[in-house]
Antibody
């Protein structure tokens, strides 16, 4: 069965750095794009980053561009999010989410599988 | 960016009664490939979101058939034919046609009266 397990969250001061990891299992990781989403406590969902299946292309929401860097190690089926210059407003649960996998025009739709989330708290 | 607007934001419902949530997008969600990438998610307190519906009306495996999605263009609806206690939580629509970014509605909180 598909599993996504995030780790690396914690408490950090503004301006600090943190690296999140997401260990994937139960599917061929290297075939799928992967996303990071976040949710501030008591707030709605926000997309953060997308890494294409090979990690060579990435997309980020505007508020994290230049501060967050996604990467992946397909040999370890692991997704990463390096967060730097953290701000109070980055405080949130961060979720690793499986994206789409397409062969020609046939695609496995994205967003079916989510991790349990890891909490990042940025506080003075 | 595509703005997704849900209504209502709060929905008190009676067990066994129907419920309906509306989601509107600021531009058509019809992709150049002919598909409409509109998803619905359900999030219970303390849990990760769960996808219920993809491409407007396709129910995920294990999702009860009392849930249905419909709509086209810029107007979409999630309906629950008969609300059960386990249906409480927050429902989100999300578009995946015009990306990046992928964007969500504000969420609709469903609670039992």
């Amino acid at each position: 069965q598909v599993q996504l397990v995030e780790s690396g969250g914690g408490v950090v001061q503004p301006g600090g750095s943190l690296r999140l990891s997401c260990a994937a299992s139960g599917f061929t990781f290297s075939n799928y794009g992967m996303h990071w989403f976040r949710q501030a406590p008591g707030k709605g969902l926000e997309w953060v980053a997308f890494l294409w299946y090979d990690g060579n292309n990435q997309n980020y929401t505007d508020s994290v561009k230049g501060r967050f860097t996604g990467s992946r190690d397909n040999s370890k089926s692991t997704l990463y999010l390096q967060m730097s210059s953290l701000r109070v407003e980055d405080t949130a649960f961060y979720y690793c989410v499986r994206g789409a996998h397409c062969i020609g025009s046939n695609c496995v739709p994205p967003f079916e599988f989510w991790g349990q989330g890891t909490l990042v708290t940025v506080s003075p | 960016d595509v703005v997704m607007t849900q209504s209502p934001l709060s929905l008190p419902v009676t067990l066994g009664q129907p419920a309906s949530i509306s989601c509107r997008s600021s531009q058509s969600l019809v992709h150049s490939d002919g598909n409409t990438y509109l998803n619905w998610f359900h999030q219970r307190p303390g849990q990760s979101p769960r996808r219920l519906i993809y491409k407007v009306s396709n129910r995920d495996s294990g999702v009860p058939d009392r849930f249905s999605g419909s709509g086209s263009g810029t107007v979409f609806t999630l309906k629950i034919s008969r609300v059960e206690a386990e249906d409480v939580g927050v429902y989100y629509c999300m578009q995946g046609t015009h990306w990046p970014p992928w964007t969500f509605g504000q969420g609709t909180k469903v609670e039992i009266k």
